[in-house]
């Protein structure tokens, strides 16, 4: 483990704050997990989905459930650069949560070190999408996460969650609105939705306005482990490769976000 992240990862301090608002969380969601028995017992990058916006409940029902588990292995998770930036300015102990900028040499920095890593491809654009494309798995072509696992020779842990895009009702991701004003371009800001929450009503952008998450019924499930050690770590620069992983691993996800939506009333579950 590098010397850096040694230093500043708390297992103990994120064990601890695990233990104490998966609870919450669990009971409020109404939460399941699945295949929990996938999860590697050697550095993995865990790639996800994610929904609810601000709220991010299948996030944080992952990364809690994780941590609390004392696992052998310590995970970081990789979070947006105006996510990061901003905890930076508020001084907030990010990395004693092993919350690091999503930067590739810093999360391969990581794996390198014996840590895992979780990373959400999709960002702001999987976060924000329509309540009507909220059980579609997409990445929006971002392939990174492949890059990251072939040059780190790490398997790709695949974590499905459903449920959390029901905690608000997006009826925009508003694309062009964060084009229009540059968000896309000095923010890296894809989107600027618009969207319905409890108790404030309608809102826009992500700033969080006074509202609570809907008590959506959430599933996380942790699939099969996909290995790449069939592959080199010059792979990462071969197109065809890094396409055939990602077009795999989104094929893996889907089937089983298709399966755990089939029946499923919103909120309900």
């Known amino acids: 483990m590098s010397q850096e992240l040694g230093k500043s ?3 103990k301090l994120v064990s601890n704050a695990a233990k104490l608002y998966l609870p919450v969380l669990e009971k409020y969601h109404r939460a399941r997990f699945l295949g929990l028995e996938n999860i590697p017992e050697t550095p993995f990058l865990g790639v996800g ?3 609810g916006m601000h709220f991010m409940p299948e996030s944080l029902l992952w990364l809690t459930k994780y941590h609390s588990m004392n696992p052998d292995v310590h995970m970081v998770t990789l979070i947006h650069n105006l996510s990061h930036k901003l905890g930076k300015f508020l001084k907030l102990p990010l990395s004693d949560f092993g919350l690091i900028e999503a930067n590739p040499e810093k999360a391969l920095q990581a794996l390198q070190s014996g840590f895992a890593a979780t990373v959400y491809p999709g960002s702001d654009r999987d976060n924000s999408k329509p309540f009507s494309e909220r059980n579609r798995i997409d990445f929006f072509d971002h392939t990174g ?7 780190a020779q790490v398997p790709i842990l695949p974590v499905v969650g459903i449920g959390g895009a029901e905690t608000v009702f ?9 084009e229009a004003t540059g968000l896309k371009k000095f923010l890296k800001l894809h989107t600027w939705p618009v969207y319905w929450s409890f108790p404030g009503g309608w809102h826009i952008g992500h700033l969080p306005y006074f509202s609570l998450p809907l008590p959506s019924q959430i599933t996380i499930s942790v699939l099969p482990h996909y290995p790449v050690n069939e592959y080199k770590p010059e792979d990462a620069d071969n197109a065809e490769v890094v396409q055939k992983i990602n077009a795999d691993i989104i094929k893996m996800m889907q089937a089983e976000m298709d399966r755990l939506a089939k029946g499923r009333i919103p909120i309900v579950g």
């Open 9 to 11: 990862f708390n297992a």
């Open 49 to 51: 989905n994610h929904g």
């Open 145 to 151: 996460y492949v890059k990251l696992a072939l040059k």
């Open 170 to 178: 997006v009826a925009s991701s508003g694309e062009k609105i964060a």
